[in-house]
């Protein structure tokens, strides 16, 4: 069942076919997104987030890893915590052990922070990374995969949290995030607003008043981070269990 609000698409998935609907929605819209791509300038661009999505879409990539043309790939992460990389809470670190070392992506087309260094510097040298794929105009990314918490942030941007005002930096540091471990950077809402496209993947009963917030608010002042995503095309991937407050 799909339901489409100008540029937002709500997908809901039937919870007895959860894993199964999931995979298929992201099995299309990752490799459709990189074929489009890749015909059209030979490099597919895409921003990762990790929690669930880490497996679902990790599953997904290797089965049809023989299909991809891993070399014109550009993989950035929406966010990340300021921990080594071989942390548990690294992003990178995760997709690194369920994906990256699977399938032939080139090393030099991923794109991580250097944990090594202070938060700033370490935040600054991402945005020189952007930098160095998209040149000095606003990024536009081909696709962004985010995920939404149960208070309805989304990548390290947190309800009533510094970073929702900011127009004008790529990546920010965070120091105080509200979510362990306090130290992050992320992008902010003008990379992930001019997206082509979008995916949102928000599954489970805990996330249904946040979601409701998110696409169908009771005044504008309620909506939370994850709704505040305006990219040219916003595709929310949700249960039945997160979707039912908004019925």
Not at 33 to 55: N, P
Not at 180 to 186: C, E, F, H, L, S
């Amino acid at each position: 069942m799909a339901e489409v609000k100008g540029s937002i698409e709500v997908i809901v998935l039937k919870q007895d076919k959860l894993q199964e609907e999931l995979s298929s929605h992201l099995d299309k819209l990752v490799l459709q997104s990189a074929t489009e791509a890749i015909q059209a300038r030979g490099v597919f661009t895409i921003g990762l987030s990790g929690g669930s999505l880490i497996k679902a879409l990790s599953e997904v990539l290797k089965v049809k890893s023989a299909d991809i043309k891993w070399d014109n790939w550009r993989v950035f992460f929406c966010d990340e915590r300021h921990v080594p990389l071989d942390d548990e809470a690294s992003t990178y670190g995760e997709y690194k052990k369920a994906l990256f070392d699977h399938v032939p992506l080139p090393d030099k087309n991923i794109f991580r922070i250097d944990p090594t260094t202070e938060l700033e510097v370490a935040a600054k040298g991402y945005r020189d990374k952007l930098e160095s794929v998209f040149g000095k105009n606003l990024p536009e990314f081909d696709l962004l995969l985010l995920g939404m918490g149960p208070d309805g942030h989304t990548c390290s941007l947190f309800p009533q949290h510094q970073g929702l005002d900011e127009s004008k930096e790529w990546i920010i540091p965070i120091t105080n995030s509200p979510k362990p471990p306090p130290n992050r950077i992320t992008m902010t809402y003008p990379v992930l607003n001019n997206s082509k496209h979008t995916a949102i993947v928000t599954t489970g009963s805990s996330k249904a008043d946040a979601l409701k917030r998110c696409i169908k608010p009771d005044k504008p002042d309620d909506v939370l981070p994850a709704g505040l995503v305006k990219a040219k095309l916003v595709s929310w991937l949700v249960d039945e269990a997160a979707y039912s407050a908004c019925k």
